[in-house]
């Protein structure tokens, strides 16, 4: 086997994890938003944290009304970390903190980080959440946090991971089956609970994933991808 | 979750695997409580459940894994171990929830671990209403509440005010009132859908509500029911929008949607028809006399009585009653009529006057259209009879009620008027977790344990074919409450009136005696054990029924819904509505919903009043102006949100904030919009149309309590006002 084949080989064994998120589906209900709390141990805001912009929500649901009443149309976009292959946010990290993984993940070191805040203020999907306090979950609600999932302290960054205590889990117990991870057999908190079955995750290496094919679609696109971030969310466009 | 590692999951929590329906589960391998010995730290555990946060019904799977938590004892605080639940998700194998869950469903861990959940029973110290209470031992609970009891004069003044459930707890407490002699359990909530249920026993002679077919329909229109937000069921409702606009390769169904606001369902519609509030009804008439006279019907001739009905409609008038275009009211039925799978989803998320009418009307429209017991159409609820509590002329009742019993109902909030009736009773009882509006009036509260400590068995409202989720209790109770089944079952043995306490497994039995289900099963035991830890029995749809119970001969004339308010001193309706994260309220104490940005407004713990931009230039008022919102009844003050979708004239406001008591995340928190809407009926039906009053708005002067997580709808329109 040539070298070239071996490196196409070992591409095609290493995924790139990504997302398609049909747009047509989308209602806007906001379940993947809890759902994300609920799996990731996000900081509780408060009124007073909220209403100085300190509420963390690595998903988030933008709304862009279109024309005027009465034909006017709200369209609803899921927006998280896109994990883009061009990261802005990762050459600006002094320590390395923001990294991409083999897998494609845009990962976040939370020991690394130092909490410049360069990565936040160079990504222009604002979905990089600074803690500026410790979290605090007044007992008994702690009781609930993931225990696969680390608590940030101050003077961290944190944003989407793509539930990567999801991945590591699926892919750890496929090992030890001694199997390949199947399609669709990862899913992120969003992914699962998605009611409009919107939101589909998989490996974008894979041709033959549903994710390969749906960013095959000719409604997807890709936001701000004139920034040449390569982003690995995948929005497939409403129709109307 | 895929249906497969929904299984493997079940099979590592009880060590056993179980691999499909005629497997020979027995009842040694049902995972009943977690011992915390078993715990394996790290290791993750899944157990069915089914979702109480709403009336849906939804099949749940929860997460269970090791955790610690601080108690008290004698020696000073030590740690104990115990098995925690992380996570919900929805039941893969449910056939409601198809693995999916919304934002409350998922919330509702946090109605678990909520720090104000009530520790153990009360009894009330100071005045009615003033929430002073001391805590008591569940004996002299049980005394207390047995010696109330036992002063009751008339057995038909006893009041049980729950929730439009239907399963173990609605059978138990329906055993319980019928030993007392009392009256059959009611509603107080602004989502019980009652008018709904009405309504299909109007039009189809069906008993519960109808089953859209969204999955299979070509041109959907919704009249008044939010069906992607709040109504009856959203999850349901959404997993069939989501494979009608992209699951059937290249067969895209369209989706028109009235309704007077722009709702969550207005957003996801391919159209939306901004009707004026209660002119669903003229809207749903001219629809079908388009229908009709343009002969685009295709059971005109089956239906010639019901046609004549819709024929006779004044056509010019129903439209302007609606307030929309005649053009666009005959296009929409055009379009109606010549898709090959049309459907009408009729219903009443905000409560008018003239609401019972509209829906019955919406329902006829599936009649002219062929859509009754029709793929892609409507078909009959898949319970046989539906038996659920619904709301029934509560206030009158309460007027004369001898001791009210509060079981997941807050008539406090949901209903006002029924405060100063509340302080008035003799007697009351309540059952809820948490100290809410309704609870600081009890003299007695005995809390309920969380859904997650509890077994239940229910029936979903609405489900592709009979469904009955049910699951024995997998965790211990965190703290010193008991299931409401228990105490009834207490209170009535004191009063030697022995009633029967439903239990999933009794429910599954019966069911197996009943329906005989095909498969390997030895006995009832067996299929009861089988079925409770998969979490339910789902059936697959029954054949269309081709012979429907009733068929719908006339129809209300055109008519104008009743506003209470003068309009020159109130110009504007007002509509609220139940939002998405806290449906009737009742999710308000839950920190997750309260910071999950609002649909329309992207507010986080407070909800504003949505103006539209004209009203809102008239007044002088910005995003965060705080407003006073006017009615005959009384006066409340909110953030304004300058709504660019908001229809000229009418104001909305999202139910679910201005508790009085809810714990600390909603006591005191922004307004109640119920608290100045006249309480006027619905015509038809006892229950109480919250959007039938108007207001008029005036300037304080002050901003606050708008907080957005997002403002990318700020048009620059509104930043000019």
Redesign the interface.
């Known amino acids: 086997m040539s070298t070239q084949e071996e490196s196409q080989s070992d591409a095609k064994k290493t995924p790139r994890w990504g997302m398609t998120i049909d747009l047509d589906r989308c209602t806007g209900c906001g379940a993947c938003v809890a759902a994300c709390h609920a799996e990731n141990n996000l900081p509780l805001s408060t009124p007073e944290s909220a209403a100085t912009g300190r509420a963390f929500h690595w998903i988030r649901i933008d709304r862009y009304y279109e024309g005027e009443f009465p034909d006017i149309k709200l369209k609803y976009m899921p927006v998280l970390c896109q994990h883009c292959d061009q990261a802005p946010c990762e050459p600006v990290c002094p320590v390395y903190a923001t990294y991409q993984t083999p897998d494609g993940l845009n990962a976040q070191v939370y020991n690394r980080c130092v909490g410049t805040r360069y990565c936040g203020n160079n990504c222009p999907y604002s979905v990089r959440f600074f803690n500026w306090f410790d979290p605090v979950w007044p007992e008994p609600l702690d009781l609930q946090l993931n225990p696969d999932v680390s608590i940030r302290p101050d003077g961290v960054m944190e944003k989407c991971t793509f539930c990567v205590q999801r991945i590591k889990r699926a892919r750890l117990e496929a090992a030890r089956e001694s199997r390949p991870v199947a399609d669709g057999e990862i899913q992120p908190a969003c992914a699962q609970a998605c009611p409009a079955e919107a939101i589909v995750f998989g490996d974008l290496n894979d041709a033959d994933s549903k994710v390969s094919r749906l960013a095959g679609s000719a409604r997807a696109t890709r936001l701000l991808e004139e920034l040449g971030t390569e982003p690995k969310v995948i929005y497939l466009s409403r129709l109307s | ?2 249906r497969r ?1 929904f299984f493997k999951l079940v099979g590592t929590a009880s060590g056993a695997a179980v691999t499909g329906a005629c497997g020979k589960a027995s009842r040694e391998l049902i995972p009943l409580l977690v011992p915390e010995k078993e715990i394996v730290p ?1 290791e993750e555990m899944w157990h069915p459940g089914v979702c109480r946060e709403c009336e849906a019904g939804c099949g749940v799977i929860v997460r269970v ?3 610690e ?2 108690v008290e004892t004698a020696e000073g605080k030590v740690r104990e171990r ?1 098995a ?7 039941n893969p194998l449910d056939s409601v929830s198809g ?9 509702a ?2 109605s ?4 104000d959940r009530l520790r153990g029973p009360l009894a009330r110290t100071g005045k009615r209403g003033e929430a002073g209470f001391t805590p008591v031992s569940w004996e002299e609970a049980l005394d207390r509440a047995a010696s109330l009891l036992r002063k009751v004069g008339d057995p038909s003044r006893i009041i049980w005010l729950g929730r439009p459930l239907s399963g173990t707890r609605s059978a138990t407490v329906a055993s319980f009132l019928a030993a007392l002699g009392a009256p059959q359990a009611a509603t107080a909530g602004v989502c019980d859908h009652t008018i709904e249920r009405k309504a299909a026993d109007a039009a189809f002679g069906w008993s519960g509500l109808p089953v859209y077919e969204l999955q299979d329909a070509d041109f959907a229109l919704g009249l008044g029911a939010d069906f ?2 709040g109504w009856v069921s ?2 349901f409702y ?2 069939r ?3 009608m ?3 059937r390769p290249g067969r ?1 169904g ?1 989706l028109v949607h009235a309704e007077s606001r ?1 709702s ?2 207005a ?2 519609a ?3 028809l ?1 009707v004026r509030p209660g002119g669903e009804h003229a809207l749903a008439l001219a629809l079908g006399y388009t229908l009709v006279t343009e002969k685009l019907a295709r059971r005109a001739e089956a239906t010639s009585r019901l046609s004549d009905a819709f024929a006779s409609t004044d056509f010019q008038r129903a439209a302007e009653i609606a307030g929309l275009p005649a053009e666009r009211i005959r296009d929409v039925a055009r379009r109606l009529g010549a898709a090959e799978h049309a459907v009408v989803v009729a219903g009443a998320s905000i409560a008018q006057a003239n609401s019972l009418d509209a829906v019955v009307a919406g329902c006829a429209l599936n009649w002219l259209l062929g859509a009754v017991n029709r793929r892609g159409g409507v078909r009959p609820p898949a319970a046989p009879a539906d038996t659920r509590p619904a709301f029934d002329d509560v206030l009158s009742r309460l007027k004369s009620a001898e001791l009210v019993f509060l079981d997941g109902a807050n008539p406090a909030y949901a209903l006002p008027a029924s405060v100063e009736l509340l302080a008035a009773t003799p007697s009351v009882v309540s059952f809820s977790a948490f100290l809410d509006d309704s609870a600081a009036f009890a003299d007695l509260i005995l809390p309920d344990h969380s859904w997650l400590e509890s077994e239940a068995a229910a029936m979903p409202p609405v489900s592709p074919g009979v469904a009955l989720a049910g699951a024995p209790a997998f965790i211990r109770p ?1 703290h010193g409450t008991r299931r409401t089944e228990e105490t009834l079952d207490a209170l009535a043995k004191a009063l030697g009136k022995p009633i029967d306490v439903e239990t999933p497994a009794r429910v599954f039995e019966r069911l197996y005696e009943s329906a005989k289900p095909a498969g390997d099963w030895e006995n009832a035991a067996d299929f009861a054990s089988f079925c409770q830890r998969q979490g339910g029995w789902w059936e697959e749809p029954a054949a269309p029924v081709t012979s429907p119970a009733r068929e719908l001969s006339s129809l209300p004339p055109v008519n104008e819904a009743e506003f209470t308010g003068d309009p020159s001193a109130f110009p504007l309706y007002f509509q609220p509505y139940p939002s ?2 806290f449906g009737d309220g009742s999710g308000a104490n839950l ?3 309260q ?3 609002d ?1 329309v407004s ?1 507010a ?3 909800l504003p009043l949505e103006v ?2 004209g009203t809102a230039r008239a007044l002088g008022v910005l995003n965060g102006d705080i407003v006073r919102v006017v009615s005959p009844r009384g006066q409340l003050e909110a953030p304004v949100y300058v709504h ?5 004239g009418v104001a909305s406001m999202a139910i679910g904030q201005g508790h009085e008591h809810y714990t600390r995340y909603a006591s005191g ?1 922004g307004a109640n919009p119920l608290t100045i809407a006249v309480p006027v009926p619905v015509k038809g039906c006892g229950v109480f149309a919250f959007g039938a009053t108007r207001i008029r708005l005036e300037k304080t002067g002050r901003r606050g309590g708008l ?1 957005q ?2 403002t ?2 700020r ?1 620059p329109e509104a930043r000019r006002t």
């Not at chain 2, 925690?84 to 929805?90: L, Q, R, T």
């Not at chain 2, 693995?99 to 919330?107: E, F, H, P, V």
């Not at chain 2, 678990?112 to 720090?115: S, V, W």
């Not at chain 2, 660019?644 to 000229?648: K, Q």
Request: charged letters at 25%; proline letters at 10%; one cysteine or more.
């Open positions: 979750m895929e590692n790290g894994m090791e955790a938590r601080q115990i925690a639940v992380k996570k919900i998700e929805g693995g999916r869950l919304c934002a409350r469903g998922q919330a861990v946090q678990l671990y909520h720090p992607l937000g959203p999850v959404s997993r929008f989501g494979h606009r992209q699951g895209r369209r722009f969550v369902t957003a996801a391919d159209e939306w901004p965190l998405t994260q920190p997750w919903m910071e999950l940005p649909p992207s986080m713990w407070g539209d931009l660019p979708a908001a229809r000229p928190r907080v997580f997002s990318t709808d048009a």
